[in-house]
């Protein structure tokens, strides 16, 4: 009895388990071909599809940037096509998700302290770092790159305390401040080009003594150089006597006679001083009367020589002949050069101190008279020449000087520490601290820069506050997030459109 029965049962047992099985299998089809239509996803296309069509792909937002390069922005991952990093994701905007719904309001946004190039819409760890991502939020006041008067600005970004504080944000005030700028630089002491004079003849003659042979040799004006025979000369003076003479005689004729002889007299003196005799020789000529052989040349000017011609007792000369080269050092000039940068700063008159290694603890004052037309193309310097007194004739051509110019300061002006500035190489930027937190870069025009502060001729207005450390990092901040926010504008419009 029970084995007839036991078959039975075991074979019912078996259809049951087959038909749950089956069941199973059928509930499975139908959630596989009714599920992905549910939001959750697109359902795939079968086999009797259109030809060429394909399934509705999610909408999605994401943007992809390379950590080392946050210019590049892509909408796919990959490499960057800079240095060839992975790209890491960067969320394109707050208030969207991958599958392009809005959820209203615009959302905070998340950044690394460390790469502010990485932005999220949820907290988390920065993909490059690991560091704990922060909060940063943007004002929305402003579109991106321009401000309410139209200024290029770029966007404000708002930076929450604590991160201001991990990147050591420095401020200072705009101000007025008068500019100035010592220059220090290095020289070498010459002759006075305007205190040099050349002894020359304006006739031809014969040199028959010399009363100067050394070269170095310290003279005073009006010293006898040299005798020279001169037949012209000669002639001259004999026909200025002679015109005295004839002066003489006609004391008691009529006017017009006397008017006459006295000419004649008059043009033998200027005849004489146009060959550079001296009011005292042509004197003493018409005093003893007498012509002599020869006539003594005296030094025009005080001072060393610094060139003879050498033989020159017989010697024959001619007019124009460089006879004798005379330097007048009771001032010196001593040639500096200065920078592109610093001409500015310099012109004629500029005071300047004056210190050489042969007089130490001395120093000496000197101004500056004459800047060269031409900077030189090889070191890009501009030569200046400065007036220094050499009293007690110490200073000596070819000393080495070091000279501090100290030009006088320029009006008040606005202005800003020189490392507030940032240079981009087409425009020059600052941010600028608006307070709690926001922080706008601005386009600026700069002019002098001096003592650490550069002048701002356009830009920036006293009263504001510049920051003066870690702005390149605000900076990149405000034109990532420009970026970020145009590409993401654009996708909303493409899909709006769409």
């Keep these: 009895m029970n084995g007839e029965h036991s078959a039975p049962h075991g074979l019912s047992r078996g259809v049951t388990t087959a038909l749950g099985v089956l069941a199973g299998i059928v509930v499975g089809l139908a959630l596989a071909w009714f599920l992905p239509a549910l939001p959750f996803g697109d359902r795939a296309p079968d086999a009797h599809s259109a030809p060429g069509a394909s399934a509705a792909a999610p909408a999605d937002d994401s943007l992809w940037s390379c950590g080392m390069h946050p210019q590049v922005l892509e909408n796919e991952p990959g490499s960057c ?12 905007g707050p208030g969207h998700d991958h599958t392009g719904h809005d959820h209203g309001p615009e959302a905070a946004l998340w950044t690394c302290p460390m790469h502010p190039e990485v932005l999220t819409e949820e907290p988390g760890d920065c993909p490059i770092c690991g560091m704990d991502l922060v909060e940063v939020e943007t004002d929305g006041t402003a579109e991106p790159g321009s401000s309410a008067d139209g200024e290029p600005r770029g966007s404000s ?24 700028r010592p220059i220090r630089t290095l020289g070498s002491l010459d002759f006075d080009q305007e205190r040099m004079v050349t002894v020359t003849t304006k006739y031809s003659g014969w040199v028959e003594e010399v009363h100067v042979n050394n070269l170095g040799e310290r003279i005073r004006r009006g010293q006898p150089l040299f005798e020279i025979y001169s037949p012209e000369l000669v002639q001259t003076k004999q026909e200025l006597l002679s015109a005295l003479e004839y002066a003489n005689e006609m004391q008691d004729a009529p006017a017009d006679i006397r008017r006459r002889a006295e000419s004649l007299v008059e043009s033998a003196r200027t005849r004489l001083s146009y060959w550079d005799l001296s009011t005292e020789q042509i004197e003493r000529l018409i005093e003893t009367r007498e012509v002599g052989r020869s006539l003594t040349v005296t030094a025009p000017a005080s001072g060393l020589v610094m060139k003879r011609m050498p033989g020159l007792e017989g010697m024959a000369i001619r007019p124009g002949m460089e006879i004798f080269h005379l330097a007048d050092l009771s001032s010196l000039w001593l040639t500096v050069e200065v920078f592109e940068d610093q001409i500015a700063w310099v012109r004629e008159g500029t005071q300047a101190s004056i210190e050489l290694s042969y007089f130490p603890g001395e120093m000496f004052r000197g101004v500056v008279r004459y800047l060269e037309p031409e900077l030189s193309e090889a070191t890009r310097t501009l030569r200046v020449k400065i007036e220094v007194p050499n009293t007690g004739g110490r200073l000596r051509k070819g000393m080495y000087a070091t000279v501090l110019l100290e030009p006088p300061p320029a009006a008040a002006t606005v202005a800003v520490p020189s490392q507030a500035v940032l240079r981009t190489g087409r425009r020059e930027v600052v941010v600028i601290a608006e307070g709690d937190g926001a922080f706008t870069p601005r386009e600026v025009v700069t002019g002098r820069t001096a003592e650490g502060y550069t002048e701002i001729l356009d830009g920036a207005v006293v009263g504001e506050t510049v920051v003066t450390s870690a702005q390149f990092l605000l900076d990149s901040e405000s034109r990532l997030r420009d970026a970020v926010q145009m590409m993401i504008a654009e996708r909303r419009a493409r899909r709006t459109e769409g």
């Design 81 to 92: 096509p800079i240095c060839g990093m992975d790209l890491t994701p960067v969320d394109a």
């Design 157 to 180: 970004v708002i930076i929450d305390p604590r991160v201001v504080q991990n990147m050591n944000v420095k401020t200072a005030p705009v101000t007025m401040r008068e500019l100035g």
